[in-house]
């Protein structure tokens, strides 16, 4: 495993890792640190004081993110902001940065959102104010929803959601490259709604806790719990399998996301026994190699399948690897705690 893999980074930089070279690495992050949070400190208040450019684009924008870097499980969200709007005859779009993509091509969670939204516009490109305009003008979007929006703030918003993951919902207290953070914990004053996404991984009296912090930055909040369900097995060809087919079954689980901790959890709620688990980079674009390996692991190991996420099934477009089937957990996010009055906030907005 890389030294720079996510759980290795994140063992690092939570203090998990123990040892005078691992305190020696913390204290040059920490150094580094410091530079990275001023910058985005001024650039914040550059923002807050209005002296830098907010462009409307005459039609309801909301904006789901995250305070800290990797996966705190934003798609599912996005689907179900999506679903929402379009149930109640609103044209919606959705707006990217794309990142990940290569030569143009969409990147995973596009593909993942164009097959479960088929149909729903969706552009991805740096500029996201020209993006939103064509949006608007060519495609009759009515509302966009802006997806890893939080930090670009050159786009005005009408609703800003912010996930935080409940494997690390403060990105260990340090903004990157010491911790996880994007930007200093007080950015959290400008949201509207904020999400504790896999909020089954912590007890009651922690979640509590959490909530009490986050609404000393930001106490006129919305505060979300969500749970990302799994509901399914799915195959590249888009059959779908019951979950019971995993308990009890030994499967090769392998992921190429941000935060992989969210899969492991997944895959601990399905009761299926993970022979071992293989991290890629966030986004990877899989080669023949990585699926010679993946299938000669799967064979040695004589496991029963192989299991990823959705975003690595959109990659793969495989049913199998070798002579073992391939699978992924689809998601759906429930909304236990705060769903009425996240509902009131979104139907304040419908045109």
């Not at 071992?276 to 399948?305: I, N, S, T």
Request: net charge positive.
């Amino acid at each position: 495993m890389s030294l720079y893999s996510p759980t290795q980074f994140r063992d690092l930089v939570s203090g998990r890792r123990r040892g005078l070279w691992a305190a020696l690495l913390r204290g040059g992050l920490q150094a580094a640190e410091l530079p990275v949070a001023w910058a985005v400190r001024r650039r914040n208040r550059r923002y807050d004081s209005a002296s830098a450019a907010v462009q409307r684009v005459g039609v309801p924008v909301v904006s789901v993110g995250n305070l800290t870097l990797g996966g705190t499980g934003k798609t599912p969200l996005v689907a179900w902001l999506a679903q929402w709007f379009a149930g109640r005859g609103v044209p919606v779009g959705l707006l990217s940065r794309g990142y990940g993509s290569r030569r143009g091509q969409a990147n995973d969670e596009a593909r993942q959102l164009a097959r479960d939204l088929p149909g729903l516009p969706h552009l991805q490109q740096p500029d996201r104010v020209a993006a939103a305009r064509r949006a608007i003008d060519q495609l009759g979007c009515r509302l966009l929803i802006l997806d890893d929006g939080f930090q670009h703030r050159r786009i005005g918003r009408d609703l800003d959601i912010v996930l935080l993951d409940a494997s690390e919902p403060l990105g260990f207290g340090h903004v990157f490259p010491r911790g996880t953070l994007r930007e200093p914990p007080e950015g959290l004053g400008r949201a509207h709604v904020v999400a504790l996404s896999r909020a089954d991984m912590l007890p009651a009296d922690q979640r509590q806790a959490l909530r009490r912090r986050v609404a000393w930055y930001c106490p006129r909040a919305v505060w979300l719990e969500l749970v990302h369900a799994p509901q399914a097995l799915l195959a590249a060809g888009g059959d779908q399998q019951p979950l019971d087919w995993l308990a009890a079954k030994r499967v090769l689980a392998f992921c190429g996301i941000g935060n992989p901790a969210g899969f492991r959890h997944t895959l601990s709620v399905c009761g299926c026994q993970a022979a071992e688990f293989l991290e890629f980079p966030d986004h990877h674009a899989y080669r023949r190699r990585d699926l010679d390996r993946l299938a000669a692991a799967a064979q040695r190991l004589d496991v029963a399948a192989l299991v990823c996420t959705q975003k690595d099934l959109v990659k793969l477009d495989v049913d199998r690897l070798g002579d073992r089937p391939l699978r992924a957990i689809r998601i759906g996010v429930e909304i236990p705690v705060g769903r009425e009055a996240l509902e009131t906030k979104l139907a304040a907005l419908l045109p």
